[in-house]
């Protein structure tokens, strides 16, 4: 059985739509069986209903915690046998349900070469600071804000010329290529991925 991957997405989905259809293309040994959303109406579900991908948008709101939340999304992705999660604009910080079930098998893509600019708006946070290159970070996901062991960054220069317009236009062409490049890279093990992160730094911290 090939891998089977879930992306998670909050907005409009470009960098779900270049995975989806760079794995098509290059016939990748996995399918994008999944997608996640927790922005009911967000772009990205139109996106995955034009790429025939299987689509669940969540509430998280509606449930009495992110726990609660968490284990749902946690059964469908059980059902659909999913090995690992892509994280492609997904606004949210994964909890410790789904780090203790997939640690070390989730990836994020952010906008900025971490560690500057984590968080929100990474892309005008740099273009207002001013810096003469930001960039595009991919890394594992901890319990963190953009925290978990970076797997590759690419550095984007800001011209004088560029407004936030053209400057998020590049960032976007270098996650387009960069992202399904590095998710290959780890489906097929050229990549290491570590071993449950949540469980490595509970065991350092001699937390049960």
């Known amino acids: 059985m090939g891998v089977s991957i ?9 960098n779900f739509q270049s995975l989806v259809e760079t794995a098509r293309r290059e016939q990748w040994p996995m399918d994008i069986s ?8 967000a772009k990205v579900l139109e996106r995955a209903k034009n790429l025939e991908v ?17 284990r749902e999304v946690l059964a469908l992705l059980e059902q659909y046998q ?13 909890g410790p349900t789904l780090l203790q079930a997939y640690g070390g098998r989730i990836v994020n893509i952010h906008p900025s070469l971490l560690p500057a600019f984590p ?8 273009f207002h600071y001013p810096v ?4 595009v970070t991919v890394h594992f996901v901890d319990e963190g804000m953009d925290t978990g062991p970076i797997i590759a960054q690419v550095p984007v220069e800001i011209a004088e010329e560029d407004t936030i317009g053209t400057f998020t236009q590049k960032i976007q062409q270098v996650e387009h290529w960069l992202y399904p490049k590095v998710v290959y890279d780890l489906i097929i093990g050229k990549v290491t991925s570590p071993v449950s992160l949540c469980s490595a730094k509970r065991d350092k911290e001699g937390v049960r």
């Not at 879930?6 to 470009?14: I, Q």
């Not at 669940?56 to 509606?62: A, E, G, Q, R, T």
């Not at 090995?83 to 949210?92: D, H, K, N, S, T």
């Not at 708006?121 to 740099?126: D, R, T």
């Open 6 to 14: 879930a992306v998670f997405a909050s907005g409009s989905g470009s």
């Open 34 to 41: 999944l997608l996640i959303c927790d922005k009911p109406g």
């Open 54 to 70: 299987p689509a669940y948008p969540f509430n998280p709101k509606s449930y009495p915690s992110k726990a609660d939340y968490e």
């Open 82 to 94: 999913i090995q690992w999660i892509v994280l492609a604009g997904y606004m949210r910080l994964i």
């Open 119 to 126: 968080g929100k708006n990474a892309i005008e946070q740099a």
């Open 132 to 135: 003469k290159v930001s960039g």
